[in-house]
C-alpha cells in the first residue's frame, strides 16, 4: 500500500515566493499567502489555529503540511540591576541564552546567533561550551520577541535595540543572521530600524569584506580586546587567522563601500591590555577607519586567568583615548550578579 503520509516542513523556513506556490498548487488564492506571512512574521503568531482570518479548511491545510520551531523560556533570572537572562530552549532541546537590559533611555536584547561557540575566547564563558550548530533565521527572530515581550510586560516600554552579542560569533553564520535581520527590519516583519541593530564580531576579514559587499545598513562592532598581533594571538585564537592587519584591511574595505562607523569593543584586563601604551596603539589601530571605543569591565568567570582592570587604569585608558580625537566609553556590566553580563553567558543557573 502506499505511503501517502505527508513530510511537514517548518513554515518559516518558506519564502514569500515558496509560499505563494503553495497556495496556488492547493487551489488557494494567492493573496492567502501574504495574510499567512502577515500572521508569522508581523505579528509573530506560532499557531495557525489563532489566524483568524484564514478558514478553518485552510488553517487545517496549513497544519497538515507545516509546522512552527518555536523556541520557549527554559529558565528566566532577574538581577539587582533589573537585567533579565532568558534560557531558551530550542526544538532539539539545546538552550541559548539572551539577556534583556533596561536602562533610562534604552531597552536592549542581547541575543545568540549560534548554540556555543568555536572561537574559545580565554577571557570568555561561551567558548568553553564549543560551537553545536547554527542557529536558523526564525531562532534568531524568535529571541528578539521574546525578549521584546519582557521588555513590555517588565517595563512597559518595547526594545530600543539588539545587540548580537550573544553566544556564538554572528559572521560564522552569516546566512541566518542577515535573514533573521532583514525579518526584523522589513515592514513585512517587526519593522525595527537597522541603526538600532548591532552585529558584533571576533574578527574575521573575509566576512567583514562580504558586509561592506552586501552594503548592510546595521551597526558592526569588533571585538578588538588588544592592540597587537603576540598579544591578541594569546587571548583570541581567530587572530592567528585573521590578524590585525588584515581586520584594517577589510574595515577599510568594509567603510568604503557602507560609510558606517566602527564600534571596537575593548575589554581591559588587569596587566595584560590595559597600560598607557596600548592605549596609544589603539590610538593608531583607530586611524584606520572612522570608530568609536566601547571599553569594557572584565566579568569574571569560572577559573579565569584575567583579573579587571582598576578604575585609576580604566579612567587613564579612557583620558588617552578622548585626548587624542577618540571617542570611548566605559560600558560597566549589567546583570553579573546573574552571569549575564559581557562573556558570562555559559548557560548556568
Same mark, same amino acid.
Given at each position: ?8 516542513? @517548518?513554515?518559516? *523556513? ?16 494567492? %493573496? ?17 489555529? @489563532? &489566524? ?10 496549513? #497544519?497538515?503540511?507545516?509546522?512552527? @520551531? ?10 539587582? /540591576? +533589573? ?39 580565554? %577571557?570568555? *564563558? ?5 560551537? &553545536?550548530?547554527?542557529? !536558523? ?5 524568535? $529571541? ?8 513590555? #510586560? ?22 541566518? !543572521? ?10 513585512? +516583519?517587526? +519593522? ?25 545598513? %546595521? ?13 591578541? /594571538? ?5 587572530? $592567528? ?19 558606517? &562607523? ?24 583607530? $586611524? ?13 568567570? /569560572?577559573?579565569?586567568? %584575567? ?6 587604569? !580604566?579612567?587613564?585608558?579612557? *583620558?588617552?583615548?578622548?585626548?587624542? +580625537?577618540?571617542?570611548? @566609553? ?8 546573574? /552571569?549575564?553580563?559581557?562573556? $558570562? ?5
Amino acid at each position: 500500500m502506499e505511503n501517502t503520509e505527508i513530510k511537514k516542513r @517548518n513554515i518559516r *523556513a518558506l519564502s514569500q515566493e515558496e509560499l505563494i506556490a503553495f497556495f496556488e498548487d492547493h487551489g488557494e488564492k494567492k %493573496f492567502r499567502a501574504n495574510q499567512v506571512f502577515d500572521w508569522v512574521w508581523k505579528k509573530s503568531f506560532t499557531s495557525f489555529e @489563532n &489566524m483568524s482570518n484564514i478558514s478553518k479548511p485552510t488553517r487545517e491545510l496549513l #497544519e497538515e503540511h507545516f509546522y512552527f @520551531n518555536k523556541l520557549t523560556i527554559d529558565t528566566k533570572q532577574i538581577s539587582t /540591576d +533589573g537585567t533579565i537572562k532568558c534560557g531558551f530552549k530550542l526544538y532539539d532541546g539545546s538552550i541559548v541564552e539572551g539577556v534583556l537590559i533596561p536602562t533610562k533611555k534604552r531597552m536592549t536584547a542581547c541575543i545568540s546567533s549560534q548554540v556555543g561557540c568555536s572561537l574559545a575566547c580565554s %577571557f570568555c *564563558a561561551t567558548g568553553r561550551l564549543k560551537r &553545536m550548530r547554527n542557529l !536558523t533565521y526564525d531562532e534568531i527572530y524568535d $529571541q528578539v520577541v521574546e525578549i521584546n515581550n519582557l521588555a513590555k #510586560e517588565n517595563y512597559q516600554k518595547p526594545l530600543t535595540n539588539i545587540v548580537y552579542m550573544g553566544m556564538g560569533e554572528p559572521l560564522l553564520n552569516y546566512k541566518n !543572521t542577515l535573514e533573521s535581520i532583514k525579518k526584523i527590519t522589513s515592514d513585512e +516583519g517587526l +519593522g525595527m530600524a537597522s541603526r538600532r541593530i548591532t552585529v558584533s564580531t571576533a574578527g574575521i576579514a573575509k566576512m567583514i569584506i562580504k558586509l561592506g559587499d552586501d552594503n548592510v545598513k %546595521f551597526n558592526l562592532a569588533l571585538s578588538l580586546h588588544a592592540t597587537n598581533d603576540e598579544a591578541r /594571538d594569546k587571548i583570541m585564537e581567530i587572530n $592567528q587567522q585573521n590578524s590585525l592587519g588584515s581586520l584594517a584591511e577589510a574595515l577599510k574595505y568594509y567603510y568604503d563601500k557602507t560609510g558606517n &562607523m566602527v564600534t571596537y569593543e575593548y575589554c581591559l584586563l588587569d596587566g595584560v591590555n590595559d597600560s598607557l601604551k596600548e592605549a596609544h596603539e589603539l590610538v593608531q589601530f583607530c $586611524q584606520h577607519v572612522p570608530s568609536k571605543v566601547n571599553l569594557i569591565e572584565y566579568n569574571p568567570i /569560572d577559573d579565569g586567568e %584575567f583579573d579587571k582592570s582598576d578604575s585609576k587604569s !580604566t579612567d587613564k585608558f579612557a *583620558a588617552h583615548l578622548e585626548k587624542n +580625537g577618540v571617542p570611548a @566609553n566605559v560600558r560597566r556590566s549589567r546583570g553579573k550578579d546573574i /552571569d549575564a553580563a559581557c562573556g $558570562q553567558l555559559a548557560n548556568k543557573d
